[in-house]
């Protein structure tokens, strides 16, 4: 992938250099394991990496403890506008890793850091694509006389920017098109490196099933459905829902994810007759548990650039139910019938349902397309996955 005006990197050869151990400031506003996709892989990397590398991690919400890491608390002093915040939460990293470290590496919208992983749509794709003449013209005087949608993308701007070599890390190989249909420069400057596993765990045994049922107060009988998310609308809870209402009793919904969106869906379930067949589990430190505990994993979502959880539910052994990759970043990697069931649309309730209701009944179904997830799992593991983030560290390293 290269532009006539974009910095190559040096790909590593029989001459490289041995590796060193280097000091690397890591940024992540939210270090949390029960956070969402993108904090579960900056935690991830840092694990892995800190065996070999002096890892310092700069958030301002911290819930992690490993040996050799080493913790800094940015303030927060304006929680709200969040756009103020992420000016704030860049100028403060900025001044703390200026100077000091070998790898700056962001996670987050800010200017600084030869390596920048991004786990988001970009936001001039999300206003402006698609957009020409008028339209076009309009969403651009909405974007600068909007203070927020101005930092945003001015931070954005500078993050995508190329001055010094740097490397910007996409989470999934869909993501590719649409961050160059916005920043077609950096095509020489990208490369993909997927959320990954710790371990492939492998299907839960009936005992096993029920214990980490009755752990999590879940009934012991009953085909059970996981939905993990942290933001219920954009991941499909309001589909799920619509679609359980058509499936039999004995299946029930085990919600895990941010508590404090659940009001407007317990409402919803209630409306449909469902109260005593969704269980909100709340934000749980370790998921083990709930993926234990289900049958399968529905991911209707809307939008996800790759989706971590249907990659950590199939290293679990559970069939899942997907939406396609123009919605679903790993469903690019997936074929429908063989390791998922692949949804076109996440809005189809009754398309939803008919897959569920599958897994449901079929049990050579589940048991097939449950080895095939493990088998796909197998192959997208942290610990072959930190060593490619290692090797672009060092070669940012040696064209300093």
């Not at 996409?170 to 920043?183: F, G, M, R």
């Amino acid at each position: 992938m290269t532009t006539q005006n974009s910095p190559m990197l040096p790909t590593p050869g029989p001459d490289t250099p041995p590796a060193r151990r280097l000091r690397i400031a890591v940024l992540n506003r939210q270090f949390l394991a029960t956070g969402g996709g993108a904090e579960r892989y900056s935690i991830a990397l840092v694990e892995h990496l800190a065996a070999h590398h002096e890892i310092h991690v700069f958030a301002q919400a911290i819930d992690h403890d490993w040996p050799g890491v080493i913790y800094h608390r940015v303030s927060q002093p304006f929680r709200k506008p969040r756009w103020v915040n992420q000016l704030w939460y860049a100028s403060a990293t900025w001044w703390a890793t200026r100077r000091g470290f070998d790898v700056v590496h962001s996670h987050e919208n800010t200017w600084h850091g030869q390596v920048q992983t991004v786990h988001v749509l970009p936001i001039k794709y999300n206003l402006l694509h698609g957009l020409t003449g008028a339209r076009r013209a309009l969403r651009w005087f909405k974007i600068i006389t909007s203070p927020r949608l101005l930092a945003y993308g001015l931070l954005e701007r500078s993050r995508f920017s190329l001055a010094k070599p740097r490397c910007m890390v996409l989470t999934s190989q869909t993501l590719v098109a649409q961050t160059l249909q916005a920043y077609p420069h950096c095509a020489a400057a990208i490369e993909v490196i997927t959320p990954g596993v710790e371990r492939v765990v492998g299907a839960a045994t009936m005992l096993q099933k029920m214990a980490s049922r009755r752990t999590l107060g879940l009934p012991e009988s009953g085909f059970c459905i996981l939905l993990v998310a942290n933001d219920y609308r954009k991941k499909g809870l309001e589909t799920l829902l619509a679609a359980l209402a058509q499936l039999p009793a004995d299946a029930y919904l085990a919600v895990v994810g941010n508590p404090a969106q659940k009001p407007p869906f317990k409402a919803q379930a209630q409306a449909l007759g469902l109260a005593q067949r969704v269980y909100f589990l709340g934000a749980l430190r370790d998921v083990a548990t709930a993926y234990q505990s289900a049958d399968c994993l529905a991911h209707p979502t809307r939008e996800d650039t790759f989706a971590m959880v249907v990659l950590e539910a199939m290293a679990h052994g559970l069939p899942v139910v997907v939406s396609a990759a123009r919605y679903c970043g790993i469903a690019a990697l997936l074929t429908n019938e063989v390791n998922a069931l692949v949804l076109d649309d996440p809005l189809d309730a009754a398309a939803l349902s008919a897959a569920l209701g599958r897994f449901r009944q079929d049990g050579s179904l589940r048991q097939r397309i449950s080895q095939a997830a493990l088998a796909f799992a197998q192959n997208h593991q942290w610990a072959a996955l930190a060593r490619r983030q290692a090797q672009i560290y060092n070669r940012l390293v040696a064209i300093e």
